[in-house]
Structures are given as C-alpha cells and as structure tokens.
C-alpha cells in the first residue's frame, strides 16, 4: 500500500537548491497542544538492540519476559528465533506478516557468528528495509528510490560520504546488515545497503525517553518530510507503535509545520554541530538572530497559558529579572565549550563527581552572576546535580529544592508550553520527593539529618499531601493537552491522584483544589493554591542557589 498523509496536511514543494524542498502545510487552524495528524502504520518501527528483549518487538510496549521476572505481563519469545519477544499472539502474528518472516533467519545467523541474540538498531533498519525491498513492499520501494516520485526520501549520500569517520561506520553497518540479511554480497548491494542508511539516519526518529523505558527508531515517509526549526510550531509524541504530531504554538490554516530535530535551547554553535548529520545550515529566526531561552519566551504566544501553572507570573516570563550585561552572548558559547571538554567521570567515585559538578559550576559562574538560570549549560549542571542527589538517601532531601527551582525558574523559559512532557516530568519529580521528604517529616528524621533550618521548617509547616494533590492536578490537566492518554507519565500521574483522592479527613483542602483545577480564578481555590502550595514551593526553590553553593564549596549539609 502506497503512503498517504493525513487529510490535516499537504505537501509543498519548493524548488531546490533549498533544504526545504519539501515540507508539510497544516489544512486547518490548530491551537497549542492540539493533535495535528497521527502517524500509525510507520515503515520502520523497532527498538534498539539491547531493550528488544524487553520490548514487545511490534507494539513497542515495555515489559518483561516470563524468563527473567515474575510479576508484570511477560513477553513471549519466537519460537523459530528465540530473539524478538512480543507481548501477546496478536502482536506476533502481526509482526510476522509486517517484517519478522523475512528477518527470522537472520538472527539465527547473527547467533552462530557473534553468539548474540540482537543486533545494533541500524543494522537491524537496514536489513528489515533490504528485505521488505527484495519482497516487492510497495511503501518501502517508494520511500527508498525503487517507486519514485514524491515519497522517496532524502539521503544525503554524498554528504555522508565526506564525512570520514562517520562513513567508514555506515560501511560497517551496512555490511552486517546485508550479510545477516543473507544477501549476496557485492558492490552493489553494499551501495544500495549505505543508501538505505544514510536515509534512515537522515530521516527516522529516536524513540528515546528513559523515564519510560522508550527506545528504538521510527521512521515514516510523510512525517519525514516535516522540516527543522529552532523555534518550531510543532513537536512528536511516540506512542508504542504510533507517533503523534502535535502543535507546539497556535498553527495556522496554509502554515508550514516544523520541528526541532535537536534540543533547540542550547547555543546556536553547539546547535548548528547537533544539525551538521542532517546537512544542512539553519536559517530560522532563532539562529538567524541568535536569540537566547529568555528572547524566544518574550514573544512567545504561549506565554498566557502559563496562567495555570508553578510560574504564574506571566509578567516575570515576558520581562525576566536578568542581568544581560554581564555575560555576552559569545562569552555563552565559549562557556558551554569549555562545559562539554569536561566530560563525564569514569566510575562511581563521590569525589570524582563532586570534583566534576565545582568545576561545571564555576564554569557557569557568569551565568549565575547573571541570574540566567535557563541558558545551558547551567540548567543541566543544576538537572545532573538534582538527579544525582535524588539517588542519594543522605542527599535527597536537597534535590527538592533544586527540582524546584527547575520547574520555576528553569523550565518555563526554555519550554514555554507547560504541556510540553518535560515540564510534566518534572512536575512529577517534585511530587516524589515530596513523598519522600514527607516520610522524614513525620517521623521527625528530617530535623535530625539536614542542616539547613529554613528547609526544615518550610517542610515542617507546609501541607505536603495538598502540595501533591495540586502537582498532579497540574500534571494530569497539561499531560492530557499535549500527550497520549496512554503515555505511562501521565497514567503515573492518575493513579497518584487516585490514590490521594482516596485519603481520609481532607475532603476541604481537596475541595478546594478540584474547585481551583476546574476553574483557576476561583476566589478560595485560588487563594488556596497561593498559599498552601505556589508559597512554599517558591520557598523552597529559593534555597537551591544556597545548597548548591554550599555543597560545592565543600560545606556538609548533613548531620552526622
């Protein structure tokens, strides 16, 4: 069956030698976080090598196998391969008939010559696309230069070929995929084997999202063609086997779509080399006048839906209180250089890592001096820092404050949209250390384990339940704008609400809050949000700055 595109979008053609020779025009007016067009019957859907033993191998669906866990749905194995898994019969069946009929045979080959039960993700694309080709699929002929005409997707063959290191790997890769594929080898199977890699690399999608355990690569000829932008209008969301384009920004009727294909915040240099694979230069406004997060958020039309989130103050996202002055925009650069030439420690050494995380924050002292806490690299130095710390029992009642500040004073400049997954997750992140920080509280731990009296006394008089409760409304009402309703962070979200719903004894505070949910400017509600959640959730973010200064300077912030 030929591709079709959604009737909610059409191509466009330009003439070359644009990069945006094609691209996709919205049919209909689309307001923020509305679903434009999804994506179901990709030509490539798989996960990477070694999650495929713990992923259904056709509806992309995490779980485990009944060989190595108990509890969960298990995965079953194919009988003839023992290597791709599925999650019921269905998906099994449906896979053999898609794909796995073709490539069954191949893990057979990949175990008796390396002795392994999976194979790298590009090797794996390249030989599900050789084989489907040798099988006469209409889709894949025409997406990969068989069928001709608008379907078939950009290389960037004779880039890739300049490109040394890179290219001597798609050699490499290539190779394996057609030898395990148990083509003949020849020079013109190899070739048309670096072809088929050079459009999957050009064009398919990373899956990637470890706080639900999402990898692989998708790939589909019509949401290909939506093009990059640093400032898009429009973002994907992956569901299972399904991709959900979604709109970013109000989208109007006759509107080109874009997308980032990159993290759009960092540095126009460090964004430029994350583009240097798709081989082209960005020409968007972002780049073309190297605005920074805090420039994009200013004229940003998203800016208003900010009303019903932990940064209410939409004067503060239009007029940020940041000293500009003080750090150029090359000083940025330069900063951010020096940031990624240091690496990451090797092993599990604490001084190793505290050694690493002074020496980031120093480096990101100018934008400290600046008050320019979303300008990578700072709000990563401060992520890595949270993340670590929420691991660490002595140190997790630190990470509160820091997640905090990131969902305050971080994440609404970078990601002015609230229902964008990001700004969710880290909603969720302040609702579980809440929990945690609620368990010292009440058993009077907190007070015997941390220093640092302010944080003490805020956790003691705060409403921590209410603070939960208001978080995960927050979560539950901006994941279901901007996600699948299946998405495992908001179904996490749900279930904590359920369970708080379910609480004996607050049915006023929980009152209150579904009354502020339904409609943000109800007088007691408000004031109830106000008080007994935004108040102290701005407290403690206050005290992040403090903590980390503290800490890297090398000052204990827990009791013996």
Not at 471 to 487: E, I, N
Request: aromatic share 8%; net charge negative.
């Amino acid at each position: 069956m030929p591709p079709q595109l959604p009737p909610t979008l059409r191509i466009h053609h330009a003439p070359p030698p644009s990069h945006k020779y094609r691209s996709l025009l919205a049919t209909t007016f689309f307001p923020p976080g509305t679903e434009i067009a999804t994506f179901a019957n990709p030509l490539l859907a798989l996960p990477d090598g070694p999650s495929m033993r713990t992923t259904c191998n056709y509806c992309l669906s995490t779980t485990t196998t009944s060989s190595s866990s108990s509890s969960g749905r298990a995965l079953k194995s194919c009988t003839a391969c023992k290597a791709a898994v599925y999650c019921n019969p269905s998906c099994q069946r449906a896979h053999w008939k898609a794909v796995h009929k073709a490539e069954c045979k191949l893990f057979g080959r990949v175990r008796e010559q390396v002795g392994k039960d999976w194979v790298p993700t590009p090797v794996r694309a390249v030989a599900q696309v050789l084989m489907l080709l040798k099988a006469g699929d209409q889709a894949v002929k025409e997406a990969f230069g068989e069928g001709g005409g608008e379907w078939e997707l950009e290389g960037n063959v004779e880039e890739f070929r300049g490109e040394g290191e890179v290219w001597r790997d798609f050699e490499l890769q290539a190779t394996a995929a057609v030898v395990y594929a148990g083509l003949l080898e020849g020079e013109e199977m190899l070739g048309r084997a670096r072809e088929v890699l050079c459009k999957i690399q050009t064009n398919a999608f990373n899956r990637l999202d470890a706080d639900t355990g999402m990898a692989g690569i998708f790939l589909d000829a019509g949401l290909a063609m939506v093009n990059h932008s640093c400032v898009p209008n429009a973002f994907i969301g992956f569901d299972k086997r399904t991709a959900v384009l979604r709109a970013e920004r109000p989208i109007q009727e006759g509107e080109e779509i874009t997308i980032s294909y990159i993290d759009n915040t960092l540095p126009k240099s460090a964004r430029h080399e994350a583009l240097k694979l798709y081989h082209f230069q960005c020409d968007c406004p972002r780049c073309k006048d190297d605005l920074d997060v805090y420039e994009v958020c200013q004229t940003s039309p998203d800016t208003p839906l900010n009303s019903f989130t932990l940064q209410p103050d939409l004067a503060k996202l239009r007029n940020p209180p940041i000293y500009r002055s003080r750090v150029s925009k090359a000083e940025i650069e330069t900063i951010y250089k020096k940031w990624q030439a240091l690496g990451n420690p090797e092993g599990d050494d604490e001084e190793d890592h505290l050694k690493l995380a002074q020496a980031r924050w120093e480096l990101c002292r100018p934008l400290v001096d600046a008050r320019m806490w979303a300008v990578e690299p700072l709000p990563t130095t401060i992520l890595q820092l949270a993340t670590s710390w929420q691991s660490s029992y002595k140190m997790v009642v630190y990470a509160l404050p820091l997640v905090c500040f990131l969902s305050t004073e971080c994440d609404p400049f970078k990601l002015v949209a609230p229902f964008m997954p990001w700004r969710i997750k880290g909603i969720l992140a302040i609702v579980k250390l809440l929990a945690v920080t609620g368990e010292f509280t009440a058993s009077g731990a907190l007070a015997t384990r941390c220093t640092h009296e302010g944080l003490v006394g805020t956790l003691a008089m705060a409403d921590q339940v209410s603070m939960c409760e208001a978080l995960l409304r927050l979560a539950v009402h901006h994941g279901s704008v901007g996600a699948s309703q299946d998405w495992e962070v908001l179904k996490e979200a749900r279930s904590m609400l359920e369970d708080l719903e379910s609480l004996v004894g607050r049915e006023q505070e929980s009152n209150l809050l579904r009354a502020w949910a339904k409609d943000p400017e109800d007088p007691e509600g408000a004031a109830f949000f106000e008080n007994q959640v935004l108040r102290p959730i701005n407290t403690l973010s206050s005290f992040a700055v403090e903590a980390l200064e503290a800490m890297l300077s090398g000052k204990s912030l827990v009791k013996k």
